[in-house]
């Protein structure tokens, strides 16, 4: 096998933390920095710069689509979108851009054992990143990534915020370092002014392109990480060619790996890193018997709810999901537990099938459950690297039926703001679910064939206290058990953010380096 390259510190995977972390590693000239991508360049394709174009990239060739298991109480039909070029999910999704709440990142730390990862550690890092058109203190004004307010120009989209007024939610700005428990607005999204997404690649790593101590490796698919003796990773084994020859990628210090929270565990488990039972199965010998590794698959479930638009609906958009709206299901909450996107498109890519209504000009609203309790497990389909790995969310699986009582909680929670007198001008026939779907049951029935996600799957290779076994990485994102290997991407968040993650992804890949840096 060749050694083609040797780097100081080797990132697998250029997506939302992985990007990230090599360019605030390489701002040190006096270090080396090799990124490997297995997806190509993002910097000369339309289709991904442009935000409002992002529901093209579904199921196209930059996603790496993950089937999902057969479900026992969800939508076995459901996809897990994961984009496959440089920038990762950042560069196809919708950019809806939120600092997670303080009681997410404090409970990291208090109760999952990541100290150093609360908010008083974290929230400066948020500001670091950010060059956010809001003003004041609390934001920061020249990082890298541009995030703006999407500008309310849908007219539906303002009539849906008076009627949520009208039903109790207020208008809220987000990103301001409070909490919004019961609010609604449109999204602050990561975008440029011209209309380019501010993914991690476009903010972090487009101005760096020609910085002589970063190497950015696109077509570049890690297949295993080679360890010494000593257990030191001491290399990572990649495919970049058209013949699936191996070739050696050396690291000096580190490696850190960024290919998030489907294909981390899948690389950590090709290398020998995971649970030993299931290594077996596969035939793969354990290096680290890591129960973790794998386990703990959260997200947020998501489901739709349509309405035929009396007017036309807007044939432009910043990105086509442009509100959100959070409301509490219960008395008490210190986040909600409910929260709605707006859909100004139709949205019956799971609805159809099942012989629900459809229409070209409608809109939706579709309740995700925030802190969903069902967990599910990502696992080896086989030891060809190639092969998919089994994805299996298990969803409404939670023996306490949180998930689905939050779920059918929105739904009810959706028409209510629908039927106030703000969008009388714009609400016709409910499509789906419709009318005859009334009760907790029929509601549940309807969301279990054809619910969704918000494609943000999450804590699969979890940091956590150090002596935790459930956690593979400790609080400074080291792997358990070997040497010289990092991990930092979605796949290392202890639990869930409320909201949606990609900034908080990207806060990681800061945090992830600043500690590199200082040896830690
Ligand atoms: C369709 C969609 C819409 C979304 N919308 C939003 C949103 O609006 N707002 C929000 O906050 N979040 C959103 N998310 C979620 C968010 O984008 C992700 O949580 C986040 O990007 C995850 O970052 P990551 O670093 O963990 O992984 P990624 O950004 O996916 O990066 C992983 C990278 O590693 C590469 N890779 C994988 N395996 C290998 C390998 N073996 N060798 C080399 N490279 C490899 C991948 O190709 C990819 O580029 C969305 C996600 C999707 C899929």
New binding site residues.
């Given amino acids: 096998m060749k050694t083609t390259h040797s780097f100081d510190y080797v990132v ?7 990007a990230a972390v090599a360019a605030r590693l390489s701002e040190d000239p006096e270090v080396t920095v090799g990124l ?4 190509p360049t993002d910097t000369d394709k339309d289709v991904v710069l442009e935000l409002n174009r ?1 529901m093209e ?2 199921e196209s060739g930059y996603d ?1 689509d993950y089937p999902i298991e057969e479900q026992e109480n969800g939508n076995s039909y459901m996809r ?19 600092w997670a709440p303080r009681e997410d990142l404090d409970e990291w730390e208090e109760k999952h054992g990541a100290a150093g990862w609360g908010s008083k550690d974290t929230f400066g890092l948020y500001k670091k990143l950010e060059n956010n058109e809001l003003p004041g203190d609390h934001h920061g004004h020249d990082g890298p990534v541009r995030l703006m307010n999407v500008p309310p120009v849908d007219p539906c989209g303002v009539a849906l915020l008076d009627a949520c007024e009208q039903a109790g939610i207020p208008r809220v700005q987000f990103n301001e370092g409070q909490t919004v428990i019961n609010g609604a607005n449109f999204f602050q ?1 990561n975008r440029k002014d011209d209309g380019t997404r501010s993914s ?1 690649s476009v903010s972090y790593l487009h101005p760096i392109l020609d910085r002589e101590n970063l190497t950015i490796l696109t077509d ?4 295993e990480l080679e360890f010494d003796e000593d257990d030191n990773c001491t290399a990572v084994l ?1 495919v970049n060619n058209a013949f699936g020859k191996t070739n050696r990628i050396e690291a000096k210090k580190e490696v850190i790996v ?4 489907i ?2 565990p ?2 950590l488990m090709l290398s020998g890193i995971g649970p030993k039972a299931h290594l077996a199965e596969v035939g793969i010998e354990a290096r680290v018997d890591s129960p973790g590794v794998g386990e703990h698959l959260g997200d947020h479930p998501e489901g739709v709810i349509s309405w035929e638009a009396k007017k036309p609906m807007v044939e432009d958009s910043t ?1 086509w ?1 442009e509100i959100g709206i959070f409301s509490p299901t219960e008395d008490g909450l210190d986040r909600p537990d409910l929260m709605m996107h707006y859909g100004s498109v139709p949205f019956d890519m799971h609805t159809l099938r099942q012989g629900y209504k459809t229409s070209e000009n409608s809109f939706c609203l579709t309740p995700n459950v925030t802190h969903a309790k069902s967990r599910g497990t990502v696992r080896l389909r086989s030891k060809d ?1 190639r092969d998919k790995p089994k994805v299996d969310p298990r969803y409404f699986t939670d023996p306490e039926g949180h998930d689905m009582r939050v779920m059918v909680a929105g739904i009810k929670k959706a028409r209510e703001i629908i039927a106030q007198d703000a969008m009388s001008e714009w609400a016709g026939e409910e499509l789906f679910p419709g009318k005859d779907v009334q009760t907790d049951e029929q509601i549940a029935d309807y969301i279990t064939r054809t619910h969704n996600t ?5 804590g699969t290779a979890r940091m956590g206290a150090p002596d935790d076994e459930m956690s593979p990485l400790d609080p400074q994102l080291r792997v358990k058990g070997v040497n010289r290997l990092r991990v ?4 290392a968040m202890p639990e869930i953010t409320t ?7 990207m806060m990681m ?1 800061e945090k992830c380096a600043e500690m590199i840096k200082n040896g830690q």
């Fill in positions: 697998v995977g250029g997506g939302s933390a992985g490997l991508e297995a997806g992002w990239l579904l790496w897990h979108a994961r984009a496959k070029v440089l920038g990762g999910c950042s560069s196809h999704n919708s950019c809806i851009a939120f999204v991690s570049t698919q890690a297949k990649v960024s290919s998030g929270a294909n981390t899948q690389l990105q999901w690297f918000v494609y943000h799957p999450v930092v991407d979605a796949s909201v949606n993650p990609n900034i908080t992804v890949g």
